[in-house]
């Protein structure tokens, strides 16, 4: 049987936290998820949280209209998200938990508390040809609710995974395998993600069930120490370029 293809969707909600700690475009979150595209993402995906303190309104529109691969809108289930996504209509929406104190998504959904909301949700958003996918925790109780729901992709939270070491981690690992293969059972697309770095990645992308990775923090984290000589290097040549004219004159 031939191996199914595993997407990657690059996360680029950090390339929008230091432009905004100075306030002005750069580094521009846009730029970022051409380069990411060019690079082999399969799709870029922003959080747009409620106090918009990385993603801003106008980036995902920008996105939206400029970039070649899909959007994936990770978002709060809350009125004002979900006529934001309805207007923008991005590819795909994930939803996920939001606390405003966080520093970033802890835990997923408790689809199984808020059924009656969530249902209403993914309809409005299915209805629009949006792919709804629901942020969970690695457990059968919750797949069978984002099931019934009618959501047709879940993503599963690999934070604990990647937080814990040794035996803990190889539980949780447990965990995920055993909820994607579920997951698939019972008809859901599979996804992962949450605090991925190189050495984690690879015993999740190594489950069969799971189809899209989405990751972020690590990966920018990354971009800015090995893309750090190339941006010296440039600014040394910029600057004695300048000195060289100078002295010519
Ligand atoms: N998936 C979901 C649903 C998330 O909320 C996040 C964080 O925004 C990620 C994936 C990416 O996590 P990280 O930035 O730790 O790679």
């Known amino acids: 049987m031939s191996k199914r293809f595993l997407r990657l969707g690059v996360n680029i909600d950090h390339v929008a936290t230091v432009r905004n700690s100075r306030g002005g475009e750069h580094p521009d979150p846009i730029r970022a998820a051409q380069k990411a595209i060019v690079a082999g993402a399969d799709g870029i995906t ?23 691969k899909p959007l994936n809108l990770e978002m709060a289930a809350t009125h004002e998200m979900i006529e934001i996504a ?7 929406v994930c939803i996920v ?29 299915c209805k629009a040809d949006i792919r709804v996918s629901l942020f969970i925790e690695p ?24 937080d814990t070491s040794g035996v803990f981690r190889r539980e949780e ?12 059972n019972i008809g859901l ?5 949450h605090g991925l770095t190189f050495e984690t990645v690879g015993p999740i992308a190594s489950i069969e069930a799971v189809v899209e990775l989405n990751i972020g923090h690590f990966l920018m984290g990354e971009a800015m120490i090995t893309g750090l000589e190339h ?18 004159t």
């Open 97 to 125: 938990p939001e606390k405003r104190e966080e520093q970033t998504t802890e835990g997923g959904l408790d689809v199984r508390a808020n059924k009656s909301f969530l249902s209403e949700f993914v309809e409005r958003l």
């Open 46 to 68: 922003a959080h747009l949280r409620e106090d918009r303190r990385h993603i801003r309104d106008k980036d995902i529109t920008r996105l939206r209209d400029s970039i070649k």
């Open 139 to 162: 457990c059968s109780k919750q797949l069978e609710a984002a099931r019934n729901v009618g959501a047709a992709v879940v993503e599963l939270h690999t934070g604990r995974y990647c």
């Open 189 to 193: 697309e599979c996804h992962a993600g």
């Open 86 to 92: 309805l207007d923008v209509k991005p590819n795909a």
């Open 173 to 184: 690992l447990e965990r995920i395998e055993q909820a994607a293969i579920y997951a698939d």
């Open 231 to 248: 941006a010296v290097r440039k600014m040394r040549m910029v600057m004695d370029e300048a000195r060289s004219r100078k002295d010519s």
